[in-house]
C-alpha cells in the first residue's frame, strides 16, 4: 500500500480534518472543492465563477501530482439547486473532453459556508 498526501499552495487548504487529496497506488481522491480561493476568500453570487474557482482548484490539486483532467475517471458533485444542472454542465465541457469521466450530480441541502457547488473527483496516474 503506497498512501501519501498531496498537498498545494495552489488551492485553498483544508477547512476541516481531511487532505486536499491522498494518492494511493496509482489512484489519486481530490476532497471536495468549494469555491475559494487558495487564500481563502470565498466567490459567491456568479454561479459560473464558483464553478471555474473550483477547477482551478482541482486543477492546481491535480498538478501537484502530475496530472491534469485528462486523467479524472469520477467526478462527484454537489448542488443546492438542481436547476443549475444545465449551467455546471456548460462549464463542466470545458474541462472534460471524450470519454467523459464517469459522474454523479447531486442536489444537497446545504454545503459548507453556504456555498452552491462543491466538486469532488477520483483520477488515474
Given at each position: 500500500m503506497s498512501k501519501k498526501e498531496i498537498k498545494t499552495e495552489k488551492a485553498p487548504e483544508a477547512i476541516g480534518p481531511y487532505s486536499q487529496a491522498i494518492s494511493y497506488n496509482n489512484?489519486?481522491?481530490a476532497s471536495g472543492q468549494i469555491p475559494l480561493t487558495a487564500d481563502g476568500v470565498l466567490i459567491e453570487?456568479?454561479?459560473e465563477k464558483e464553478v471555474r474557482q473550483i477547477f482551478s482548484n482541482l486543477k492546481a490539486v491535480l498538478?501537484?501530482?502530475g496530472l491534469d483532467f485528462s486523467n479524472v475517471?469520477?467526478?462527484n458533485v454537489y448542488l443546492t439547486d438542481m436547476n443549475l444542472f444545465s449551467e455546471l454542465n456548460k462549464i463542466y465541457d470545458e474541462y472534460f473532453t471524450p470519454p467523459y469521466p464517469a459522474r454523479a450530480v447531486v442536489e444537497v441541502a446545504k454545503l459548507p459556508k453556504n456555498v452552491r457547488v462543491e466538486i469532488s473527483l477520483i483520477?488515474?496516474?
Open positions: 489512484l489519486v481522491f453570487g456568479n454561479f498538478k501537484e501530482e475517471l469520477m467526478v483520477a488515474g496516474k
